[in-house]
C-alpha cells in the first residue's frame, strides 16, 4: 500500500492539457467543457458508449484504449465506455464488417436503447478500407447500420476520436 | 547476417508425406510450425502441401512438401500422431477443399457455417466471390458438448465486455471449476490471405501493417524478409538493426499494455493506470522517431524508410531507461502485493507437455519452460551482439507469463541501448538493398512481441503476389488458453486470457 501510495504521490496528475505538440487545436480543453455542459443536459450527466469490433486489425481498438487512459483521460469530459449496449447511448464500431459480425453487429444495435447513435472509426469501417472487395467483408459499417459519424484515420489517433466526439455533441 | 532465413525444402510422394512429417517432428523435437496448401493446378494440375518444422541445431526451416491431385485430393490426417497440425488441416479443409482422412475435427473455423455455403473455397484460383454470394449458407455450428449432472454451458461473445477484438468463448462448468473451453474465433475473418493474391509485393507491405495492428512492425518486417528472401537481397546492417530496435520497442509497448491488463482483470486499477502511461510514452515515442504511433510504413522491402539519426538518440534512449524506471516500480507493487500475487500464482498453468503437443510458441512456450525464441535462431547478427538469452520460467502460470514478460521488457531496453551503440559503429551504410522483381518462393519471420509471425509468400517474376500464408503465434496458442484454464474458476477466465493476449485479427486473417 505505501508503495503504491508513494508511486501515486510521486508521478502527481499526469493527464495532459491537450493544447500543445499533436495535430488537435489548443480549443480542445473548452470545446471539452462546452461538451461536458451539453452532456449534463441532453444525456443526463455521462455519454455512454459501448464499442464493437467488427474485424479491425486492432489497432482503432488500441487508440479508443488510450484514449481513456490517464493522460487523455476522455472521462473528464462525461463519456465513458460501457460493457452492455443496453447502457449505452452511443455505438463505436470499429472494422471493415467481416461477414461472421453482421448479425452480432445488427444485434448489438437492436440491443441499445434510443437515441442509438452509431459512429464508426478508422478507414476500415468507412468502406472496407484494405479489405474493400473482400469475399468477407460487407464493405464499411454504414452497409449494415445507420451511421451518424465517422471518424476517419488508419488508426485515427486519441486526440482525434476525442475531437471528433466532441464535435458529434456540439 | 542471416537476415535471409535458410529453408530445407524435402519431396515426398503423397503417401510418404505424413511419415516422412512424423519423422521430422520427432527427429527436430519440433511442433508443426506451419502447414498450408497451395493451388497449382492451372500450372501443375495439383494442390501442393507444405508442412514446416523448426530445426533449432542447424537454425533453418525444414519444409516437407508434396502434391496432390488436383481433381480429388486427400491426405491422412496427420493431427491424431501430431495434434499441433490439427487447426491447419481444418484451414486447408475451409479454403482449399482439401479432405483429411480420419481427422478428429472437420468443422470449419473462419468460414461460419452461418454466412457460408458449403463448397465453396476461397483460397482456390477458380474461386467466385459472386456464386458463393448467391449460394445458401451452411446451417449451424456444433460446439462440442460435455453432459453430465449439474453441468452447464455458459456462452460468451462474440461481443465481450471489454474494448477489444470479437470472439466466441464456450465454457462448460460443473459448479465453480471449468471442465472444458471451446473458443469459436473466426469473427474477424476478413479474406487476407486470398486479398494479398491482387498485390505487387511493393503495394502487400503496407497491406500487411493491416493485418494484426498491435504488431504492425512484425508483420511487415516478416513479410519483407519473405520477399527480400526472393530475391536475394542482403539488408544493409544499419537497416537491420533499425529493424531490432523497432521489434523491441513494439515489445515493450504491448508488454507494459498487458501487464497492466493483468492487474486490471483483478481488479487492481492503478498499476493499469500506470501501466497505460508507460504504452502512451512509447507509442508518442514510436510517432517522434517515425511519424506512426503504430510503426507503419517504417518497412520496405530491402530494407527501412526511417532512419535513427544522432539527434533522435538520446529521445530513444531517455524515453527507454524512463519506461524502465517505471514498469520496475510497478514490478514491485504487483510483487509485494499479496492479493494479487494470490491470484496470478498457480493460477492458469498450462503444462510443458501439453504446451510442447499443442505447438504452442513464443511468450506462452516460454513461461511454459520451452525455451525458443527466433531471435537467438536467427538474428544472430544483431542480438547476438547484444548477448540475448530467452526469458524462461518453469511454472507455466498466469505468473510465470507475467514474470517472463517483465524479464523481456528489461531486456529490450538494455539490447536497445547496445543497438544504439551498433548504428553509431555500422555508420551510414545505407538503409535499402536496390532490388529487381524475382520469381520464387520463400519464409520470412521474426519473433514478434507474442512469438514467431512466420509468412510464407511466393511471387511471379514481376513481383505480384501468388500466395501469401501468415501463421501468427495466436493460431495454435488459442488451443493453449483453451487447456491452460481447465480446473480453474471461471471468474479467472479473463486473467487467464489477459495473460496469453492474444490477437483475434492475427488469428483469423
Keep these: ?170 | 547476417m542471416m537476415d535471409i532465413n535458410r529453408e530445407t525444402y524435402i519431396e515426398a510422394a503423397p503417401e510418404r508425406f505424413a511419415a516422412e512429417c512424423l519423422r521430422l517432428h520427432k527427429r527436430l523435437d519440433s511442433a508443426v510450425m506451419t502447414y498450408f496448401a497451395e493451388d497449382l493446378r492451372k500450372e501443375l494440375g495439383i494442390f501442393r502441401l507444405y508442412c514446416v518444422f523448426l530445426d533449432k541445431e542447424k537454425k533453418a526451416w525444414t519444409v516437407v512438401r508434396t502434391g496432390l491431385p488436383g481433381a480429388d485430393a486427400r491426405m491422412t490426417s496427420l493431427s491424431k500422431e501430431m495434434f499441433s497440425a490439427g487447426l491447419f488441416e481444418r484451414e486447408m479443409g475451409e479454403m482449399f477443399g482439401i479432405k483429411f482422412e480420419e481427422s478428429p475435427d472437420t468443422r470449419r473455423l473462419s468460414l461460419h457455417d452461418e454466412v457460408w455455403p458449403k463448397g465453396y473455397y476461397p483460397l482456390r484460383k477458380d474461386f467466385s466471390p459472386d456464386d458463393a454470394a448467391r449460394a445458401a449458407p451452411e446451417g449451424d455450428y456444433c460446439f462440442n458438448r460435455v453432459d453430465g449432472e449439474g453441468i452447464f454451458e455458459v456462452p460468451v461473445g462474440p461481443v465481450h465486455a471489454g474494448i477489444i477484438g470479437p470472439g466466441h468463448f464456450r465454457f462448460s462448468a460443473a459448479g465453480e471449476p471449468v471442465i472444458n473451453l471451446e473458443t469459436r474465433l473466426g469473427f474477424t475473418h476478413r479474406g487476407v490471405e486470398k486479398l494479398f493474391e491482387t498485390m505487387d509485393a511493393d503495394n502487400a507491405v503496407s497491406f500487411s501493417e493491416k493485418v494484426s495492428g498491435d504488431s504492425a512492425f512484425s508483420y511487415s518486417c516478416a513479410f519483407c524478409r519473405g520477399i527480400e528472401s526472393i530475391y536475394g537481397l542482403e539488408v544493409p546492417l544499419r537497416a537491420s538493426i533499425i529493424r531490432a530496435i523497432f521489434i523491441e520497442l513494439e515489445r515493450m509497448y504491448n508488454h507494459a499494455n498487458d501487464i497492466g491488463g493483468m492487474a486490471v482483470d483483478v481488479g487492481f486499477g492503478y498499476p493499469n493506470a500506470l501501466a497505460s502511461t508507460v504504452k502512451e510514452d512509447l507509442l508518442a515515442l514510436n510517432r517522434m522517431l517515425t511519424g506512426s504511433r503504430y510503426l507503419k510504413g517504417v518497412n520496405r522491402i530491402g530494407g527501412v524508410n526511417a532512419d535513427i539519426s544522432g539527434e533522435m538518440k538520446p529521445l530513444l534512449l531517455d524515453s527507454v531507461l524512463r519506461a524502465r524506471e517505471i514498469m520496475n516500480e510497478l514490478n514491485g507493487i504487483l510483487h509485494s502485493s499479496v492479493s494479487f500475487m494470490d491470484r496470478v500464482d498457480g493460477t492458469g498453468i498450462l503444462k510443458k507437455k501439453t504446451a510442447a503437443d499443442l505447438g504452442v510458441t513464443g511468450l506462452a512456450a516460454r513461461a511454459s519452460g520451452i525455451r525458443c525464441d527466433l531471435r537467438e535462431i536467427f538474428d544472430g547478427q544483431v542480438y547476438g551482439a547484444c548477448r540475448f538469452k530467452p526469458a524462461v520460467q518453469e511454472e507455466g502460470d498466469v505468473l510465470a507469463r507475467l514474470n517472463v514478460r517483465f524479464d523481456e521488457f528489461e531486456a529490450s531496453v538494455g539490447m536497445i541501448n547496445k543497438m544504439a551503440e551498433m548504428l553509431d559503429k555500422a555508420g551510414k551504410s545505407g538503409l535499402k538493398a536496390e532490388y529487381i522483381p524475382k520469381a520464387g518462393a520463400a519464409i520470412g519471420s521474426i519473433e514478434a512481441w507474442r512469438g514467431p509471425v512466420i509468412i510464407w509468400v511466393r511471387t511471379d517474376p514481376s513481383g505480384r503476389i501468388e500466395r501469401c500464408k501468415i501463421t501468427d503465434p495466436s493460431f495454435k496458442n488459442w488451443q493453449g488458453l483453451c487447456f491452460s484454464v481447465l480446473g480453474n474458476i471461471i471468474p479467472d477466465f479473463p486473467l487467464c486470457n489477459k495473460s496469453f493476449d492474444l490477437s483475434y485479427p492475427g488469428n483469423d486473417l
Excluded at chain 1, 462546452?34 to 482503432?60: L, N, P, Y
Excluded at chain 1, 476500415?124 to 468477407?136: I, N, P, T, V, W
Design chain 1, 1 to 170: 500500500m505505501n508503495n503504491i501510495l508513494k508511486s501515486r504521490l510521486k508521478r502527481g496528475i499526469l493527464t495532459r492539457r491537450i493544447d500543445a505538440g499533436g495535430p488537435v487545436p489548443p480549443e480542445l480543453e473548452t470545446l471539452g467543457a462546452e461538451m461536458r455542459e451539453r452532456i449534463k443536459k441532453r444525456f443526463g450527466r455521462s455519454f455512454h458508449i459501448r464499442q464493437v469490433d467488427t474485424g479491425s486489425c486492432g489497432a482503432c481498438v488500441s487508440e479508443i484504449i488510450a484514449a481513456t487512459n490517464p493522460i487523455y483521460d476522455l472521462q473528464r469530459f462525461g463519456v465513458d465506455f460501457v460493457a452492455s449496449p443496453r447502457h449505452a447511448d452511443a455505438l463505436l464500431v470499429t472494422g471493415p464488417v467481416s461477414k461472421n459480425m453482421a448479425a452480432a453487429l445488427r444485434k448489438t444495435y437492436d440491443a441499445a436503447p434510443e437515441p442509438k447513435i452509431v459512429i464508426s472509426a478508422g478507414d476500415c469501417a468507412l468502406d472496407g478500407g484494405a479489405f474493400k472487395g473482400s469475399y468477407y467483408t460487407a464493405g464499411g459499417v454504414r452497409q449494415v447500420l445507420p451511421v451518424d459519424l465517422h471518424i476517419p484515420g488508419c488508426p485515427p489517433s486519441p486526440e482525434e476520436i476525442i475531437k471528433a466526439l466532441l464535435a458529434l455533441l456540439k
